[in-house]
């Protein structure tokens, strides 16, 4: 649908289950037409991934909203995101709750996507440039934890930085599909569900993947 952001809101979300009023509102304020690059403004309100540079994509809306609704925001949490991209979700998640710690490994998507979010003027959030598949240690313990790309496992390191009833969102898989595990940490030990079937872009790093094993078998072609 999503020739408006308000049809994207009403028809790719709403109508489709997504309930929440303040998930919702936070779509309609956080305007993906600001997070895609400039040859798709057209189709910032269509419900599919939208190419950013470097092989990466900014996340489908509907998939977007079915992680964030996992994440039962309230608007007092801390959230660590791993994957910052376009910054879309990020702006989703500075609406929902009170901070946000993101991480990126691509230089040139962090900070364009750091210069997008300050020029539209969120302040609860903070940027670092590494590998997010080992957290962010000196920001834990995190309310919510949400990443946005695959990994082979739920990374131990994030499990770790996870803080008492908290939450963590991840797709957990191979290339050619991934569930999307949630899971909450109780007296210590977490406990895990796998939910809906999605498709992301991989997680690279040390408690992702080397690199995509598509590419690794191709690498190992004679
Ligand atoms: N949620 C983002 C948005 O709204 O634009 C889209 C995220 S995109 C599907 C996945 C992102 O994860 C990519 O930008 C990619 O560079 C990043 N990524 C992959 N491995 C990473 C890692 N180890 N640490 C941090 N970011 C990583």
Redesign the pocket.
Known sequence: MGNSLEDMVEFDLRRRGITDARLLAAFGKADRKA?VPALDREKAYEDRPLQ?T?G????QPYM?ALMLQELKLQGSEKVLE?????????ALLAELAKEVWT????EF?ATTAEDRLLDLGYKNIRYRL????LGWPEGAPYDRIVV??ACPDVPDALVEQLGEGGILAVPVGDPNGQVLVVGVKQSGVFEKRRTIDCM??????AQ?FAHWPEQQQKDRAP
């Open positions: 997070f950013l470097h990466q994509t900014v996340s977007v791993i994957g910052t991209g376009s910054g879309y979700q990020t991480v990126e490994r691509i998507l590494g590998d997010g598949s946005s790309a992301f872009v991989p997680l690279i790093g992702g």
